[in-house]
């Protein structure tokens, strides 16, 4: 048997038009995976789907901090795909603001697409008996969670509610045999890390993670979902896996 073996498993992956999302789409493809790729820019999912070979892929332009359209895309594919194996919630923002100028909007703002999505998700999906006995839910945290960063105080409180959240679920949803786990990069070299690195730079702050081995590759964090999403860890729940080079030691 494969160690990762995900041959006709339907996974779910948010932010699937850039950066970890995209690749993580592009792999489970070579995995053999159908997947339900979601995210807000239709241009990006298109440009994903170019460089998947499999025909059973599936499209969704989606407003994750719209609750109804959520539950929308959720009863769709229930209905086209039956059973689900897998999700993956990638989607996320980030902000970077002093506590002068912090407000609850802004809170708002980025815990509905980094959290309350993710919540929304996982309620609407494994309520029915959709998602499949055995089957994995993976989520983006964040080195974040447990180090504190100036001026990011938004984006560090929103992946540390996501990491309590995996530890509830993974005891809610342990009769249902369905695991869920978090992943906590440091930096990523996607899209998004590279512009915080540059606006890091620009400001002059000592904020740019310092990673022993470097900066992380989003290849290697798409590998990293990959194995969560395999029978492969079948008995790995409710923990959050850090891969980032060193800069939590």
Known sequence: MQIIDLRNNNIIITGAGSGIGRETCLLLDKLGANVICLDIDKNGLEETRSGMVGQNHEQY??????????KE???DVILKKSLIHGLVHCAGISSRKPLNVLKKEGFSKIMDVNFYSFVELVKHLTKKKCFCEGGSIVVMSSISSIKGYKAKTEYCVSKAAVDSFVRCMALELASKRIRINSIMPGE??????????????????????NQPLGPTEPYEVANLIAFLLSQATKTITGTSVRIDGGASV
């Not at 332009?61 to 959520?70: F, K, Q, R, S």
């Open 188 to 209: 990523v070299l996607t899209p998004m890390g590279i512009k915080a690195r540059e606006m890091a730079l620009l400001s002059g702050t000592d904020e740019i993670v």
């Open 61 to 70: 332009v989606v407003d994750l901090t719209d609750e109804i359209a959520l």
């Open 73 to 75: 895309f959720a009863d």
